[in-house]
Each structure stands twice: as structure tokens, then as C-alpha cells.
């Protein structure tokens, strides 16, 4: 079969989280050549009418969709999955409406609310809530994503603070930002993978904090995930043993991250990031639509767990392209 790897266009010197999605296209064509594929990398890249005359004149079979920044803008990310859908093409992972509603992080949590699923209250850009709630808060990016800007300037004890906070924070970035109530306690990632009886949830990981000081920010940001010399690098490791009193709330983040693939009309793979306050509840922060699939990230990790190596994901995922 004929597939085309799209991928972002990454510059000489690019952050590593951008440098990254260059890693995992190359790893996702390697795995499609070794499955007998004829696979051909391709970056999402301006002019974009030069990108798709190029793609349709490969007339490939599939596209595998790996673009997380069209043209350097995170905000852009449905445009892949809504022009390759348009062009009648066959392509991996979430269709652009999904892609739209996980990205930004606002309407997921206005999606997920709706829903009556379980997500931290929030306060928007221009200072409005989802509901009356004292602080402490933490700043996000609307749009970014690889945890980009989460450090401990991201946390906001008191409420009085918040609006300085997230104009600082806006600044740092560069894009409109919002407060999410934050939840003290446990983290965990639950990974799915399409099958043919719908998607399958992967072993769920949580990440331990255990060497932190105790006055020191027990959240996976920018420096957990990216910078390799880091203490947060090298002390934030994954685990998938639990004892029996964790199997209510193993069971339950099953449950709600099933509900987030259908609530969202997901395929393929997502991702579903649980905070588990002190009351053992888990509470749904983010559902990502198309999570990192290179070698050492999470995914890749909780498929190991139930026996599936990165070829057999790549195969998965490509699969569930040709169910619709």
C-alpha cells in the first residue's frame, strides 16, 4: 500500500517537542516498511496549496496524519484531517471536528461539562467561570500542547492573583491562555487504541513523583517531558503496578476515557490525562486526539504493557483508517 507519513515542518534547531514530531514520523514509516508498506515522508508546509498538489499527485492509498503544528501554529491543527477529508482522502486518526474540540482546551472542558463528565472548573481569558470557585488555579495554554509553558509560574494559590498571573503567563506564550482549578494529587495517562470491537484501553500509567520535595510542583510540564538534564526528566518515571485498592479507580478512568472516544468520535489513538484528587476521584484534564507514538513516549509504553510493540500500533492505527 501507498502512504504518505504527513508530518510537520520542523526547522534546524526546533524545541525538542517540536523536533519530536519529526522523530515519530520517521519511526511510524520505519514500522510501516517493515509491515510492507511502500511509506513516504511528507511535511505539512507552506504554501499549503503546494503541500496537497504534491500529496494528491502521490495518489497515496492512506495517509498517516502526524501533523500536531501546520505552519507553526498549534490553533491550526484541524486543517490537516478537515483537507484531507475534503480531498476524499483516506487518513489515520481523528476527522477535523474532533481534532478541533480536543485541541482547544476550552471547548473540550464545555464539551466534557455538557456531558456530565468529570473536569476541574476553569476560568476563560476574559475572566469568566464555569462556576464560583476559590483558587488555587493553574494556567494553561488554550491551544499548546507537550505541557509547553507548565512550570511553577503556572500555579496560582489565590484567586486576587490570578488575573496578573495569566496576563504574565499570555505574554510568555504568545497565545490566549485560561485557570483550571487544580487538583492536588495522583496523575495518570489512560491510553486507546482502535480494534475492531471499538477502542481498546491500554494499561493505565501513573506518573510518581516520589523524590520531588514536598513544597515542590507535583505536575508532569515542560521540563518533565522535554529536557533531558533536568531533575523533573529524571524523576518523574511511569508506573503500571497497582495495589487492589487502586482497582475501583483503574476501573472508573476506564469508563470515563471510552466516554471521552465516543463523546469526541475519536480513531485511531488519543490519550485521556486524569488527575485524582485526595477523595480518589478522577477527574478528566485534557483528551488528546493524536498523542506522541515515538518510541519512549507513553504510548508507546502502555502498549508494551499489554504486549503490542510499536509496529503493531502503527498496524492498529492504520487499520481503523480503512473502517471509516
Not at 511528507?42 to 495518489?59: C, I, K, Y
Not at 506518573?207 to 531533575?231: C, H, M, N, T, Y
Request: contains cysteine.
Amino acid at each position: 500500500m501507498r502512504i504518505v507519513v504527513l508530518h510537520d515542518a520542523v526547522n534546524e534547531g526546533a524545541r525538542p517537542d517540536l523536533a519530536d514530531n519529526l522523530v515519530q514520523a520517521r519511526q511510524a514509516a520505519r514500522c510501516l516498511g517493515e509491515l510492507g508498506h511502500q511509506a513516504e515522508l511528507m511535511a505539512w508546509e507552506s504554501p499549503l496549496s503546494a503541500t496537497l498538489q504534491r500529496l494528491t499527485a502521490r495518489r497515496p492509498e492512506a495517509v498517516f496524519n502526524l501533523v500536531e503544528e501546520p505552519l507553526g501554529r498549534a490553533s491550526r491543527i484541524a486543517a490537516a484531517p478537515y483537507l484531507l477529508a475534503r480531498r476524499g482522502l483516506s487518513f489515520t486518526g481523528a476527522g477535523g471536528r474532533a481534532m478541533l474540540l480536543t485541541s482547544h482546551k476550552l471547548l473540550a472542558k464545555r464539551t466534557l461539562r455538557r456531558a456530565g463528565l468529570p473536569t476541574p472548573a476553569w476560568r476563560g481569558p476574559d475572566g469568566q467561570g464555569s462556576e464560583p470557585q476559590q483558587g488555587p488555579w493553574f494556567i494553561k495554554s488554550i491551544w499548546e500542547h507537550g505541557s509547553l509553558g507548565i512550570d511553577e509560574t503556572s500555579l496560582v494559590p489565590r484567586t486576587r492573583d490570578l488575573a496578573p498571573a495569566m496576563a504574565a503567563k499570555q505574554a510568555q506564550l504568545g497565545g490566549r491562555v485560561f485557570a483550571e482549578a487544580y487538583i492536588e494529587g495522583r496523575e495518570f495517562n489512560l491510553a486507546l487504541l482502535a480494534g475492531r470491537g471499538g477502542p481498546r484501553c491500554l494499561p493505565p500509567a501513573e506518573i510518581v513523583f516520589g523524590d520531588f520535595a514536598p513544597a515542590q510542583l507535583r505536575v508532569v510540564g515542560f521540563r518533565a517531558k522535554w529536557e533531558a538534564g533536568s531533575f523533573e526528566y529524571a524523576h518523574t518515571p511511569r508506573r503500571f503496578d497497582f495495589p487492589a485498592e487502586d482497582r475501583w479507580l483503574l476501573g472508573e478512568q476506564q469508563r470515563l476515557a471510552r466516554a471521552c472516544w465516543q463523546l469526541f468520535g475519536l480513531r485511531g489513538w488519543a490519550r485521556v490525562d486524569f488527575r485524582v484528587d485526595r477523595l480518589g476521584r478522577p477527574w478528566i484534564l485534557e483528551v488528546n486526539a493524536n498523542p506522541c507514538l515515538s518510541g519512549d513516549a507513553g504510548f508507546v509504553a502502555a502498549a508494551a504493557q499489554r504486549g503490542l510493540d510499536q509496529k503493531a500500533v502503527v498496524a492498529a492505527i492504520l487499520a481503523d483508517a480503512h473502517r471509516g
